[in-house]
């Protein structure tokens, strides 16, 4: 059990069941640890999580003294609907919400002051974290393709393409073989550009390999057979910061939030008389 200033109690029930909420994550990030060892620090996170948690509570209860009705409501529809199938409100579940309101109004006010940075601040951060705002891999790519009616028919399909494969290889452009042998809609023939995920797996392997202006031989997906060219392969890059101001304002304003946030923790707790039995 935990007491805190004597106004606080955390029980050892509330200890076990905020164990066994985190365990699944805890367990998947430290599989590999020692089993008492990953118990005992998941314990200490426990009560790190309960502890905050509480001293939060006991502060949005002690400072936020008006809530609306409707913002009761708000969180009860959400309580009821999402919790309890649309049941019956009973006294708990308004007392969760008031709660859930206050601590809300009161992480607003913890985090309303001097958090939108200047435009200096977010090129500073853009440039220190290009990492976070990447284009991705792409490949410019185009494909001709057939459908095989039935697995008797995959070897004649085969040899069709192989047929088309050789015009290209003497000298024939891909475009106009494409036009003569593809069964895909012309628009379709040239994909644009892509990135890894996009397409599925067994085209990507082939396209994201090939160098531009190759042409791979006649490989299988579960659409068809195909033969594929990539016109152009981009290596990710940083996105321009004119692309992304509005992405790094925002992840700044949430770091900032974030810290706000642990900072009045920290002061809670250093001015807590915090007890463990």
Request: charged share 30%; net charge negative.
């Amino acid at each position: 059990m935990i007491t805190i200033d004597d106004a606080i109690t955390i029980s050892d029930e509330e200890i076990l069941e905020e164990m066994d909420r985190m365990r699944p994550s805890h367990q998947q990030q430290f599989g590999e640890m020692d089993s008492t060892l990953r118990d005992a620090q998941l314990m200490e996170w426990a009560k790190e999580n309960l502890i905050e948690r509480k001293l939060i509570q006991y502060e949005a209860t002690r400072q936020i003294e008006e809530v609306t009705e409707d913002e009761i409501q708000q969180v009860l529809r959400e309580l009821a609907g999402g919790v309890n199938g649309g049941k019956e409100i009973t006294d708990e579940m308004r007392a969760q919400a008031v709660l859930s309101v206050k601590v809300q109004k009161l992480l607003e006010e913890i985090t309303e002051k001097g958090l939108d940075p200047s435009e200096s601040e977010i090129t500073e951060y853009y440039e220190a974290h290009k990492a976070n705002y990447l284009r991705p891999e792409m490949v410019h790519a185009a494909h001709i393709v057939k459908h095989p009616e039935s697995a008797d028919a995959v070897p004649e399909v085969r040899a069709a393409l192989e047929e088309a494969l050789e015009k290209i290889e003497a000298g024939a452009t891909f475009e106009a073989v494409a036009k003569e042998y593809t069964e895909c809609p012309p628009a379709e023939v040239d994909l644009g550009f892509f990135p890894r995920g996009r397409m599925v797996e067994p085209f990507e392997a082939v396209v994201f390999n090939l160098e531009p202006g190759g042409v791979s031989g006649v490989f299988e997906t579960q659409f068809g057979l195909h033969i594929a060219t990539v016109y152009e392969h981009q290596d990710p890059a940083p996105l321009p910061l004119a692309e992304v101001a509005e992405r790094v304002r925002q992840d700044m304003v949430q770091d900032r939030q974030q810290a706000a946030i642990e900072d009045y923790l920290d002061e809670l707790k250093s001015g807590a008389d915090i007890t463990s039995q």
